[in-house]
Each structure stands twice: as C-alpha cells, then as structure tokens.
C-alpha cells in the first residue's frame, strides 16, 4: 500500500469517494452554510463533548430534533435542569417516576420564585400512597394521616358519601375556635354508656354522657357524675 502527502492546501472541487478509515488531525469544518447537510450512516463510537461548557445547543427553536432516546438526563454540576415547551410537558413512563426524598416539588405562583406552593416528602420509613384523579374525582389516601404533625388549612372542610365519617384519635380530639364550636343543621349526640360502662371511665370534671341504664343526661362534676335534667 502505497501512500501520498501533500504539504501544501488541497483544493477538490467535486465529489471525493474514500475508501477504508480516514484521519484528520486538527480543526474539521463541515460545510459552508446550512443549506449544506451531513449524512451518518454509520454508528458513532464515542462520546460527543462540546469544546465549551454550557455554551453550545443541540437543535433549535424552529429546527428540534424529533425524539431523543436516552437512559440518563444530567445537568451540569450546581446548575439547574430546565425543561421549556411551547404546550405541555407529558411524562409516560412503563414503571414510576422516582423522586429523591427532602426533595421538593414546586408548583411556580404568578411572580417567579414567590407565592409557591411545594410538595415534599421528609424522611419516609414506609411506602405511603397519594392519588390525585381529574377534576371530577376525589383525593384519596390510601394510608393513615400519623407520625407527626399534620396542619390542614381550609376555608370549609365538606365531607360527602352515603357512610359514615369516623375521625378516631388514640388521645384526645381537641376542637379550638376564637369564638366558639358550633354544631349546625344537625343533632348533637352525646356518647351512650350504662352505668356499669360509666363507672369504668376514666372520668373528668365536664365530661358529659347519655345513661341508657337511668336514660339521663349525666355529667361529671366536683368528681362525680350527676344529673344533668
């Protein structure tokens, strides 16, 4: 095999066919506008890495690549990973969509980083599962409200359904107002207990009660239950 050098420029106007493997030390230009084009029919069989971080694109705003299969999406060291889209941004994965717990998901308010609403898990020793279905569904949880702190924050709270509502505490339930509790639309009813059920209660001075023994409203005062009609 022979081979030739040229220590000079080469200028080739027309087509050039090379057969075998090709080597080119130095800067490689492609093309002089774009209208010119580059055509891969082979497989690339290393990694492609700009010269300058954070300075070069991939694609345009009116000339996107179609589709883009990969396995991992890493953003620079310390920098933010943006995704921009001109409608919606779906996600439709085969399995879950996994998120670091501490982290927070952001939901942005009308002024950028400010009126924010953030979801965040902290801490989680057990699977715990929140469903959100469209408008016309409920929110369903699927797990008990415990281990900790949980602050609801609402103008009105509605409960709806055929059944009934229990809200059951291993302690106390403590109801706090400004002005005062109020019961309205609806009955009040104490809880029943015989006088045998009475007497085993760990009783205090304002507990109340209904006795189905002497049918009465009892209440418990300076230490014992009386009467209360």
């Given at each position: 095999?022979?081979?030739?050098?040229?220590?000079?420029?080469?200028?080739?106007t027309?087509?050039?066919?090379?057969?075998g493997?090709?080597?080119?030390?130095?800067?490689?230009?492609?093309?002089?506008?774009d209208?010119d084009?580059?055509t891969?029919?082979?497989?690339?069989?290393?990694?492609?890495?700009?010269d300058?971080?954070?300075?070069?694109?991939?694609?345009s705003?009116?000339?996107t690549w179609?589709?883009?299969?990969?396995?991992?999406v890493n953003?620079a060291?310390?920098?933010d990973?943006?995704?921009?889209?001109?409608?919606?941004?779906a996600?439709?994965?085969?399995?879950?969509?996994?998120?670091k717990?501490d982290?927070k998901?952001?939901f942005?308010g009308?002024?950028?980083?400010d009126f924010?609403?953030?979801l965040?898990?902290?801490?989680?020793?057990a699977?715990r599962?929140i469903?959100?279905?469209?408008?016309?569904?409920?929110l369903?949880?699927?797990?008990?409200?415990?281990d900790?702190t949980?602050d609801?924050?609402?103008?009105?709270?509605?409960?709806s359904?055929?059944s009934?509502?229990?809200?059951?505490?291993?302690?106390?339930?403590?109801?706090?107002a400004?002005t005062r509790?109020?019961v309205?639309?609806?009955?009040?009813?104490l809880?029943?207990?015989?006088?045998v059920?009475?007497?085993?209660?760990?009783?205090?001075n304002?507990?109340?009660?209904?006795?189905?023994?002497?049918?009465k409203?009892?209440?418990?005062?300076?230490?014992?239950?009386?009467?209360?009609?």
């Amino acid at each position: 095999m022979s081979t030739t050098k040229y220590k000079q420029d080469l200028d080739v106007t027309g087509n050039i066919t090379l057969s075998g493997n090709v080597t080119a030390d130095g800067n490689v230009i492609l093309g002089d506008a774009d209208t010119d084009s580059i055509t891969l029919n082979a497989d690339i069989t290393s990694s492609i890495i700009p010269d300058v971080d954070i300075t070069y694109d991939l694609g345009s705003t009116t000339k996107t690549w179609r589709e883009v299969f990969t396995s991992k999406v890493n953003s620079a060291v310390g920098d933010d990973l943006d995704l921009h889209s001109g409608a919606d941004i779906a996600l439709y994965p085969t399995g879950n969509i996994w998120i670091k717990q501490d982290t927070k998901l952001i939901f942005e308010g009308t002024v950028p980083d400010d009126f924010e609403i953030k979801l965040q898990a902290l801490a989680a020793t057990a699977d715990r599962d929140i469903i959100l279905p469209d408008a016309s569904g409920t929110l369903a949880l699927n797990e008990k409200l415990q281990d900790g702190t949980f602050d609801l924050d609402v103008n009105s709270f509605t409960v709806s359904g055929s059944s009934t509502t229990s809200i059951t505490a291993g302690a106390n339930i403590e109801l706090n107002a400004t002005t005062r509790v109020l019961v309205t639309d609806t009955p009040f009813r104490l809880a029943s207990f015989t006088t045998v059920e009475r007497d085993a209660l760990s009783a205090e001075n304002g507990d109340m009660i209904y006795n189905t023994t002497d049918n009465k409203f009892q209440g418990y005062e300076n230490g014992a239950w009386a009467n209360l009609i």
